[in-house]
């Protein structure tokens, strides 16, 4: 597995968030379904092949807790943020996104629309 290190180049996080690479059709469907929780530090950056706003819409069915969400585009500026709540069945953003960054809710304020973000590889054994 990929991970990488999401930073915000607006304003310093607060603390690391780690995001798995998820970049293959099974990884992005199943997302976060059936797990428990995510812990703080912890994200799933869902990536798709191009910048577009249906593609890069999310379900929260068979998610268990609410999810902080920042859509980003491929010039790695945040287009769009919500917090999307458990099992909600679509979230669509409101311009074309190519990356879903997926959080725990507590990261809701991390990242606002027209923030620009780097993601440099992580090597960590999980």
């Known amino acids: 597995m990929k991970y990488v290190i999401v930073d915000n180049l607006n304003r310093p996080l ?22 428990r929780s995510l812990p703080v530090g912890d994200g799933l950056l869902l990536v798709d092949k191009r910048d577009n706003r249906m593609d ?3 379900h929260m069915m068979f998610v268990n807790f609410d999810l902080a969400i920042a859509w980003i585009n491929n010039d790695m500026e945040v287009v769009d943020t919500c917090l999307a709540q458990r099992w909600h069945p679509a979230y669509i ?9 997926e959080m725990s809710a507590e990261r809701m304020g991390d990242f606002r629309a027209g923030d620009r973000v780097t993601f440099n590889e992580a090597f960590v054994d999980r």
């Open 14 to 35: 607060k603390q690391p968030l780690i995001a798995r690479y998820c970049d293959s059709f099974l990884c992005r469907l199943q997302g976060l379904m059936f797990r």
């Open 56 to 58: 890069s819409s999310i």
């Open 93 to 101: 953003p409101k311009k074309p996104a190519r990356y879903v960054l």
